[in-house]
DNA sequence: CTTGAATGTTAGATACTCTCACATATGTTA
DNA sequence: TAACATATGTGAGAGTATCTAACATTCAAG
């Protein structure tokens, strides 16, 4: 926060005119980062057919390319809303990230709404992505010689898990 | 760090007899932790067959559930040696748990070292565990309601996983 | 022109990491 | 036994971080 601070050609307590403590400037953080993130998704998948194959699997690498090119707010979207996992703006946001995919979820399976077996199939995948994600950043595929993760061993996995989580 | 010399009973200058920085004392931390993670999993799969679907199935829950038991050492594990990566003892240890794996994976095809076919199966199934462990120790199941994640969901998720992971 | 809100600064309280000079205990060697 | 080396710990202090409080500045509104 001091490293901010002097990057931004302020004094330290500047800040906290606008923020009651470090753990509120860096919700603030988390926040914005959830609106791109959304933006992100909301993006990735806009160019295909709604619920198409091609729709979903764009979420997928929109989501660990988020997570690639932010590692730092990333962590911290999920390391921090831990704790601030009872603040109703950061439950509403990250519902909204969440429901990217449901809906796409919804429309491959031709469901109206979000019911139990959208949400079945879609937390799978969230939990597939997010994983990946971590591993990824926290350079575990490098230092376990997986140079092979990258490509082919998540592009068939990836294949995998999309026919059976996605298949009627 | 002052809080644990504090519960030690001794000063805050005391550690740095025995390691250079707080960076080297979290690596402790973290061998030691990596130590149980590995004892945790042999001894999850040790009651079932070689390479059997039980066994496989049982390292999951062992690696969710250590999870679960210690998510402070299970983030810094990963959080940590993201930059201690390059640390040669590290590497041996970290690939040392994921072989409980591997060989696992191995056995179940009866392949008797561990190749790519190998690699390729073992991979998908260690992104969806470390997903749904970071998921469910961020508490973000219970924060967008999916308190059905931690049981029928999760259960099918993996069912359907593991049958695509592990079929020839 | 005055006032009040917004925003920033300096100085200081408190806490944490880390260093250094000094103390003590324990085991080894002459 | 005496002297020494090693391991371990402490207190004081440097440097930095979070956060508070008193004081200054800007600027829009009446």
Redesign the pocket.
């Known amino acids: 926060?001091?490293?901010a601070c002097r990057v931004a050609?302020?004094?330290?307590?500047?800040p906290?005119?606008?923020f009651?403590?470090?753990?509120e400037m860096l919700l603030e953080v988390v926040l914005a980062g959830m609106d791109r993130f959304y933006e992100a998704l909301e993006s990735a998948h806009q160019p295909h057919p709604r619920g198409s194959l091609a729709a979903i699997t764009a979420l997928g690498h929109a989501y660990v390319d988020f997570a690639a090119r932010e590692p730092g707010v990333f962590r911290l979207m999920f390391g921090l809303t831990q704790r601030q996992g009872q603040n109703e703006v950061v439950r509403d946001r990250g519902m909204r990230v969440y429901g990217v995919l449901l809906h796409q979820i919804a429309a491959h399976f031709g469901h109206a709404s979000i019911d139990d077996h959208v949400q079945e199939r879609a937390f799978p995948l969230w939990t597939f992505v997010h994983g990946l994600s971590f591993l990824l950043i926290d350079e575990k595929t490098d230092q376990l010689n997986l140079e092979v993760a990258r490509t082919q061993v998540v592009a068939d996995a990836t294949r995998r898990l999309l026919g059976t989580a996605l298949a009627p």
Chains 1, 2 share one sequence.
Do not use: K, L, Q
């Open positions: 926060m001091s490293d050609g302020v004094s330290t307590a500047a906290y005119r606008h009651a403590d470090r753990e």
